[in-house]
């Protein structure tokens, strides 16, 4: 049989670039090379200084078999791997649809401290007309919308028991707020309300802190 040059190969159907090896050490046999694998044709026809290949299958035990094999499964696993993705995920989404007044429900404990200025106008002042205050107790919330509060408060140095209630409300981005009789509180639930980041937002009041589920 007349051979075509090597890497002169007109394969028809075939998904890679080919190239043509003259048969060695066997003269009857002819393989085409996909890169490092080889293949031998079942049918070829040699005209015009080229080799066309109409059909061909890998040789039996050759590793292109394996590894036809292996990306089968693949391409079969990765969509069941996905699609299992999805639903753990979309089970998560539905598992925590968000913050409300229940949320918060329980007791929280805290240690805060600030600075209050009695003569605030709205103007930024220094921090020399600014009275020290600390305090420490609890914030409890019934989870329908009724916040109270227990503590001892010192004030620039003066000690004194406290205790008032006010409404308050949590929203569905985990934001709230809360008013008692020292002003509005803002509030951030973090960890599904394990913990409260807060802050008074009256003017003239600079205290801010962390609550903590007790």
Known sequence: MCHPPTGR??????????RYDPPRPH????RLRFGPFYYEPERI?????????SKFAPEEGDFPMRTRNRFFSFAVGMP????????ANHATVEANP?????TIAGTYGFALNGLVSPSFKGQPQPIGEFIPLAAAGTFSFDGNGTASRSFTLSFGGQVSPGHDS?????????KGSATFSDGSWHMVVI????EIKVI???????????LSQQ
């Open 45 to 53: 026809e040699f005209h015009s200084g080229f080799l066309t290949v």
């Open 80 to 87: 069941v791997i996905f699609v299992l993705i999805l639903t």
């Open 98 to 102: 968000g913050c409300n007044d229940s």
């Open 191 to 194: 960890d599904h309300g394990r």
């Open 200 to 210: 008074n937002a009256t003017p003239g009041i600079l205290v801010e802190g962390v």
């Open 9 to 18: 190969v007109q394969l028809l159907d075939a998904p890679f670039p080919v």
């Open 166 to 174: 006010g409404p308050y409300k949590v929203t569905s981005g985990c």
């Open 27 to 30: 003269p009857s046999r002819v």
